[in-house]
Nanobody, 128 residues
Framework: VQLQAYGGGLVQAGDSLRLSCAVSGCTFSRYPMGWFRQAPGKEREFVGAIDWSGGITAYTDSVNGRFTISRDNAKNTLNLQMNSLKPEDTAVYYC??????????????????????WGQGTLVTVSS
């Protein structure tokens, strides 16, 4: 099973960026997925999550209204549309899969420990 995050780059404050995560080797449509990020010198933090169907999403307060998670189960792809980017959004962004499928039923979708598989991360740098 492999998760490959991509789409990061250097942008200016106020710009938009779209991250994607290609998933292979598993039945992608079964699993809730999450996005996390880790800024230099900080712990990895929850950004958002989406249930297996794409019908339920959740976000951390700091990105709510600016970021949108979506998934294409036919293409085994997870997306993160980031708008109105701020310098404090600068971080390495990781996608993650919850193989138990219980992230939302247990309401543990914000916890790193809920996710079993992680991508390698893609760097987003927002300049002021």
């Amino acid at each position: 099973v492999q998760l490959q995050a991509y789409g990061g780059g250097l942008v200016q404050a106020g710009d938009s960026l779209r991250l994607s995560c290609a998933v292979s080797g598993c039945t992608f449509s079964r699993y809730p997925m999450g996005w996390f990020r880790q800024a230099p010198g900080k712990e990895r933090e929850f950004v958002g999550a989406i249930d297996w169907s794409g019908g339920i999403t959740a976000y951390t307060d700091s990105v709510n209204g600016r970021f949108t998670i979506s998934r294409d189960n036919a293409k085994n792809t997870l997306n993160l549309q980031m708008n109105s980017l701020k310098p404090e959004d600068t971080a390495v962004y990781y996608c993650a899969a919850d193989l138990s499928g219980r992230a939302f039923s247990t309401r543990n979708y914000r916890s790193r420990e809920t996710y079993d598989l992680w991508g390698q991360g893609t760097l987003v740098t927002v300049s002021s």
